[in-house]
């Protein structure tokens, strides 16, 4: 669940109601690029946050089944070119459950240092979507995200 509205992403953005999808579009966004620089998830309310973390046991098992699936698929494989593939994809996929699986485990909820990232990450992206720059300087600025999100960071997975 999104930690803003529609109704809330229009106003912050002083955007116009038909932009409404293309906010949600950003939105999505920076609420994954949020989640992405602290290396962990998060979510609205504490229900949804136990709620992601009781289905991990399954979800764990669930990948590990498909993975073990993959590499008897694997192993059937006459080319060793098609084998290799094969064992190379089924361990990257079970890689990627398993960093989700992290993120999930060291989840939190969302505090307002969180809101206030995604919310700033949103107004840049609306602000700034479009190529070109015209009749200004186009000059990096800093956005305060990272000082606002740097207290519950983890630290980086490879």
Do not use: W
């Amino acid at each position: 669940m999104s930690l803003l509205t529609p109704e809330e992403c229009i106003a912050h953005c002083s955007a116009d109601p038909a932009d409404a999808s293309l906010l949600a579009d950003l939105l999505a966004g920076a609420e994954s690029a949020v989640a992405g620089y602290l290396n962990r998830a998060y979510f609205a309310t504490q229900a949804e946050l136990s709620a992601a973390q009781d289905a991990l046991p399954k979800a764990a098992g669930d990948a590990q089944d498909a993975y073990e699936a993959a590499m008897a698929v694997a192993a059937d494989f006459a080319s060793s070119a098609a084998r290799e593939m094969a064992i190379d994809l089924a361990t990257e996929r079970l890689k990627e459950a398993k960093i989700g699986f992290q993120r999930v485990l060291f989840g939190m909820v969302a505090t307002p240092r969180i809101r206030a990232a995604v919310r700033l990450t949103l107004g840049n992206l609306y602000a700034n979507r479009e190529e070109v720059v015209v009749g200004a300087s186009a000059v990096r600025l800093p956005q305060g995200v990272p000082e606002l999100l740097r207290p519950d960071r983890r630290e980086m997975m490879p």
